[in-house]
């Protein structure tokens, strides 16, 4: 799963960091002399390719790890085991339950 993560990084922001050091490294005038169209049409695919990097991540660790996908949809309340939101707030709920039955046994007893 590393391997897989590491690559579609490297693949991904690549191009932006190759652009980069062509822009630092080239000479002014041969910068110039390129089409705003072309300089601009390559800016918008490196960020695209940095978007699908972000995007690629969540769908590369569903694919590779089951203990993600576990997670994920605990997380999300939909996992078989109880969600980290209800336990979150089980304290509560066993408070309002508590304060139900003394209200139960205070009303039984009068």
Known sequence: MLLAVVVSFFVCLSPYRLLTFYIVVTPAERIAAIDSDTFFGLLNFCRI?????????PILYNL???KFR???LRLC????????GARRFAPARQRRR???REEEEEEEEL
């Open 70 to 72: 576990r997670s994920f």
């Open 49 to 57: 390719m940095f978007y699908l990097n972000s995007a690629g991540n």
């Open 64 to 66: 590779m790890s089951s």
């Open 77 to 84: 309340g939909l996992g078989g085991e109880e969600s980290a």
């Open 98 to 100: 508590n304060l139900n």
